[in-house]
Nanobody, 117 residues
Framework: QVQLVESGGGLVQPGGSLRLSCAAS????????MAWYRQAPGKQRELVAT???????NYAESVKGRFTISRDNTQNTVYLQMDSLKPEDTAVYYC???????????WGKGTLVTVSS
């Protein structure tokens, strides 16, 4: 059974930093594309960053230069380092794995990030 568990969210002031973690079980993150998404209140879920099995990385324009996605295959964990946070970064952040070779996509339950003074 595949599980993705996000952690690291919280309340931070504008300009601050947070590091989100996504701990995976049931799959090897080294073999599958991993991504972070976010969903702000009243808005659609949007892609934030991706890292493929070959370590190709992409970011949404809104977070380029501020966010960094990485993974630790030994810990089977993906990270999202978020710096220079803005109030518009406030959202629930979700971890996604996939699609697998069988076309499966897996989601975590999310962690809330609130950027406010």
């Amino acid at each position: 059974q595949v599980q993705l568990v996000e952690s690291g969210g919280g309340l931070v002031q504008p300009g601050g930093s947070l590091r989100l973690s996504c701990a995976a079980s049931g799959i090897a993150i080294s073999n599958i594309a991993m991504a972070w998404y976010r969903q702000a209140p009243g808005k659609q879920r949007e892609l934030v960053a991706t890292i493929t099995s070959s370590s190709s990385i992409n970011y949404a324009e809104s977070v380029k230069g501020r966010f960094t996605i990485s993974r630790d295959n030994t810990q089977n964990t993906v990270y999202l380092q978020m710096d220079s946070l803005k109030p518009e970064d406030t959202a629930v952040y979700y971890c996604r794995a996939g699609p697998s070779v069988y076309g499966m996509v897996y989601w975590g339950k999310g962690t809330l990030v609130t950027v406010s003074s």
